[in-house]
């Protein structure tokens, strides 16, 4: 009787388990596969939105490329309406090339932020063209902090719904099925344009974008399980002779051109596709996301019926239970840190710009903050992090690609006052020790410029660092004379060794040594008068910078301010007098945005010679008048011709406002006042105070900004001119 009883429930649990088998055969499984196509994909959301109206909940999700990242985060649990409202809100140019933001940048290489047009890697002595335009960084940072929420799974069938996204090996140029392993990773990988991002290394495959391979990968979602398959299809179609005329079109095509016949092979495994009407929109028009979504909603919705009887006919079963929703997480428990894919640079390094303590808790903002000030040392191409699962909390794994040993940056520039003017820049880092940075730059110009600096970061804390510089540096000084002005060829050669602590990526305080020679040669005085001055300095310097961008800020505070002690200066001539003095100089600028177009600024610029001597040599004066003034001691002045007044002190105060007029057209008036004499009480009274105005327009390119501004002070009735093409340097 007891053998009886068992047979007859292992027979009820068959029977109940065909049953489910059956219940669960019956219901139809639905497959959503989303096709690559750019920019393009962003109209994946548009449709999503029809699709949760209808209440229609995928079974299972493919994607290639666009359609790996809208698939890959909707499969974790986001909805259509968060989707729209992260890619809203994104700086697209920032993030797709890799741009860093400047808050992000160390103090100390601010100043090389937005001068170069490009770079070339030297290795083994020759220059060679990079894997991909960009690494990659910022993409996939932003993955990262999206889905981490769900790093913790490795199994993409495990998400809320079952995922796969693809790639392709481009060796062999097969299809490969990403479907399990690191989410953002995988995203990354599949929308690895070639040419434009640098490749993945999966184990011993090299993997690009999957769109190479198979751009709607609806056999996939057939694969898993799918009984419909919903498809929505942007890819592109291929572009006639008299069309390919950008890089953008010509890479498209490259990538599309074998796609497209695989693509309508997929199409005939579809029960429903989705065409929405993307053709005049390019690979990279992400400036139009709210358009696209608007064309990905009219498709579904022309699509409307069809999508209804689907979901009419799930509605006939009962929900499958999708566990629970996408969760927010606002703070992490770090056990542990590793680091990987260290070289040359040191560990400390990594440490003290991530500035995460194990064993403690974290704001994952905080964390994504961490991530961009470790990628803002500019010693990486990429970083990424993951977060593994632990008992009391996950440990931190941080894996970086260190940049080219050797790298090559060229820039040019052209102004008005100084002509044109190439530079080159030799950047090297770790070498001799980790950590460090040599940089040679080349300026080729009638103002020739040679600058040889050399700085270590030595990991210790605060921020400690040890620097030095040789500099050779000549251009033209005009120096008022009894007859009138005299232009002399200034050269300064100087060496110095400077000790500094960074106090955070917006700080530095420091104290340097300095051993110049400053050479005076006549050009047009007749007799000649030449002569040479010597001097060593002990300075200590202080710099606070917050600004959000190099050209054209929008908010922020910049603070510069050295004094420095001349201890031995000499000069060839009698009249100078040799005694020590003393330097301070003081640059301010200050903005405040009142409106993403339309930001207020104002600031003070000051140099002051605190010292008994009557007269000293005229490398030490400060210099009032133009406006492309980035030398020491040259102070800019709307109204006056460039270095027009010298004298020992001076002291300028400017407002101005700065409007972005359209896209990258700037517009920017500014007035300006100050004095210069060689009184230092005299500097701060109101008499014989001098003003002027001067208004900009200026067009940020690529390449550089195209400035014109005109200008005129109270001292003349002319009307001056400036123009400027490209970076300053």
Avoid at 193 to 206: H, N, Q, R, W
Avoid at 639 to 662: P, S, T
Wanted: glycine share 8%; aromatic share 12%; net charge negative.
């Amino acid at each position: 009787m007891k053998y009886i009883k068992i047979v007859l429930l292992l027979m009820i649990i068959s029977f109940l388990a065909l049953y489910a088998q059956e219940e669960d055969k019956s219901r139809p499984k639905i497959g959503l596969v989303l096709s690559g196509g750019g920019a393009r994909g962003i109209a994946h959301i548009g449709v999503l939105k029809v699709l949760e109206e209808l209440g229609i909940e995928p079974d299972f999700i493919t994607g290639t490329s666009m359609g790996s990242v809208i698939g890959g985060l909707y499969a974790i649990g986001y909805q259509a309406d968060q989707l729209e409202e992260i890619v809203l809100d994104q700086d697209w140019q920032m993030l797709l090339m890799d741009e860093t933001f400047r808050e992000d940048i160390s103090i100390e290489e601010k100043k090389y932020d937005e001068r170069y047009v490009g770079n070339l890697p030297i290795i083994d002595c020759k220059l060679v063209l990079p894997a991909g335009i960009v690494g990659g960084h910022r993409i996939s940072k932003l993955f990262a902090d999206l889905t981490i929420s769900a790093l913790h799974i490795n199994d993409f069938s495990r998400f809320r719904t079952p995922f796969r996204c693809i790639a392709t090996n481009i060796e062999t140029g097969e299809a490969v099925v990403l479907d399990h392993g690191f989410l953002p990773e995988a995203m990354r990988t599949s929308m690895s344009i070639p040419s434009a991002f640098t490749p993945v290394k999966d184990g011993e495959k090299l993997l690009v974008d999957g769109g190479l391979a198979r751009n709607l990968p609806v056999i996939d979602a057939i694969d898993m399980g799918a009984d419909i398959i919903i498809a929505v299809d942007v890819s592109s179609k291929l572009y006639e002779k008299e069309d390919l005329n950008t890089l953008i079109k010509v890479m498209e095509q490259s990538v599309n051109f074998r796609g497209l016949e695989r693509t309508k092979e997929q199409h005939k495994l579809c029960d429903l596709i989705i065409f929405p009407k993307v053709k005049k929109y390019g690979m990279i028009s992400f400036d139009s996301c709210d358009s696209l979504i608007t064309l990905g909603e009219f498709a579904a919705r022309n699509s409307y019926d069809k999508l209804k009887t689907i979901a009419d006919e799930q509605k006939k079963f009962e929900k499958p239970n999708k566990g629970i929703p996408l969760l927010k997480v606002e703070k992490l428990f770090i056990n542990k840190i590793n680091i990987k894919g260290l070289k040359a640079v040191s560990k400390n390094l990594v440490i003290g710009k991530l500035r995460i303590n194990e064993n403690s808790f974290i704001k994952t903002e905080n964390l994504s903050k961490a991530i961009d000030r470790l990628y803002g040392s500019q010693f990486f191409e990429r970083v990424t992090y993951r977060l593994i699962p632990v008992s009391n909390g996950v440990n931190l794994e941080v894996r970086v690609i260190e940049k080219y040993k050797h790298v090559l940056n060229f820039s040019f520039q052209y102004n008005s006052d100084t002509k044109s003017a190439i530079l080159l820049n030799e950047t090297m880092r770790n070498v001799l020790f980790q950590g460090s940075r040599l940089i040679w730059d080349i300026k080729l110009s009638e103002n020739p410029t040679h600058a040889l600096s050399y700085f270590i970061h030595t990991g210790w804390k605060p921020g400690f660092g040890i620097g030095t510089e040789i500099l050779y540096d000549q251009f033209e000084v005009p120096v008022q004379a009894e007859t009138g002005i005299d232009h002399y060829e200034y050269t300064n050669i100087s060496g110095k060794l400077v000790l500094q602590t960074v106090f955070s990526n917006n700080s530095v305080l420091g104290v340097g040594i300095q051993q110049e020679r400053n050479i005076f040669e006549s050009i047009d005085r007749e007799p000649a008068f030449n002569f040479k001055a010597d001097a060593t300095k002990i300075y200590t310097f202080f710099e606070f910078d917050t600004l959000n961008r190099t050209l054209f800020p929008q908010y922020g505070f910049r603070l510069q301010t050295s004094f420095s002690s001349y201890i031995e200066p000499k000069c060839d001539i009698e009249f100078f007098e040799y005694d020590p003095f003393n330097r301070i100089l003081i640059d301010i600028d200050r903005y405040r945005m009142f409106h993403k177009k339309l930001s207020l600024f104002y600031g003070y610029s000051a140099t002051f010679i605190v010292s008994d001597i009557q007269l000293i040599p005229p490398n030490f004066y400060a210099y009032l008048g133009g406006i492309d003034t980035i030398k020491e001691g040259l102070i800019q002045f709307y109204g006056l011709r460039r270095m027009a007044i010298l004298a020992e002190n001076a002291a300028v105060f400017k407002v101005g406002i700065q409007y972005n007029v359209w896209k990258s057209f700037y517009l920017i008036p500014c007035w300006n006042t100050g004095k210069a004499s060689n009184d230092i009480e005299d500097v701060f009274s109101i008499k014989d105070v001098i003003s002027g105005f001067g208004l900009t327009g200026a067009l940020k390119t690529p390449f550089g900004s195209i400035e014109y501004t005109a200008s005129k002070s109270s001292e003349n009735d002319e009307i001056l001119q400036f123009w400027s093409v490209g970076y300053k340097f």
